[in-house]
């Protein structure tokens, strides 16, 4: 079955330093990931998706994330953190008929 | 651009009363998922429906149900509800068949702002 893990469940990162949010898959096949963003009590925006066209997926507000398949990666980037990224970052797969998502990771924007 | 539209945004619900959550596709989008995100949780998904059918089941209570109708917008029907029910639930909208015929197999989920039922 296909499934997704994202490592950390809280990440804390200064205002202006590196993003990293990991997410690695789990999948007998060529997967569909996306990473999406939950604002405090809002829904979940899509910020990117891997659909094999290119291994360097650029995404909204700055992300980008590389499919690794060496390593069975889907790591979510963004080179300089801002005040507006404190959200939580969930990594999905899609499987037939829906999205299975990883628990999500909570990030921190510290001044 | 138009985008998933779920009413109500909040409820609030007694036990054992019944609640029924709508959902408005994207314009043209013709699948609609429901997932349910308890506190703290990632999304589950519930149920899906394509063009008026229902296309996939997930964990889904046998006290809720759901249908998609023919303007393709989309109700969760709750009953008995219980305490552990309350939750976030999202509805999310995607194309999946294309005008020109061919299948969309991307077909990515577009979310709603989800509506947050309290039962009390």
């Known amino acids: 079955a296909q499934s997704v893990t994202q490592l950390g469940s809280h990440v804390s990162v200064s205002e202006g330093a590196l993003v990293l949010l990991r997410c690695n898959y789990s999948s007998s096949v060529p997967p569909y990931l996306f990473w999406y963003v939950q604002y405090p009590n809002q829904g979940l925006q899509l910020l990117l998706k891997?659909?094999?066209?290119?291994?360097l997926v650029k995404g909204i507000n700055g992300f980008e994330a590389e499919f690794k398949k060496s390593e069975t990666s889907f790591h979510l980037t963004k080179p300089s953190a801002h005040m507006s990224d404190a959200a939580e970052y969930f990594c999905a797969v899609k499987v037939p008929g829906k999205l299975q998502f990883g628990a999500g990771t909570q990030v921190v924007v510290t001044p | 651009a138009a985008g998933v539209i779920q009413s109500p945004r909040h409820l609030i619900k007694e036990k054992r009363e019944t609640a029924t959550l709508k959902c408005y596709p994207i314009p043209r989008h013709d699948t609609v998922y429901w997932y349910q995100q308890g506190p703290g949780q990632d999304p589950q998904f519930l149920i899906s429906?394509?063009?008026?059918?229902?296309?996939d089941k997930g964990s889904i209570p046998d006290r809720f149900s759901a249908q998609q109708f023919s303007d393709y917008h989309s109700e969760l029907n709750m009953s008995s509800l219980e305490l552990g029910d309350s939750a976030l639930y999202f509805c999310a909208s995607s194309l999946y068949l294309a005008s020109g015929g061919e299948i969309r197999s991307t077909d990515t989920q577009y979310f709603g702002p989800g509506t947050r039922l309290t039962v009390l």
């Open positions: 429906f394509y063009e008026k059918m229902q296309s």
């Open positions: 891997y659909t094999s066209a290119a291994t």
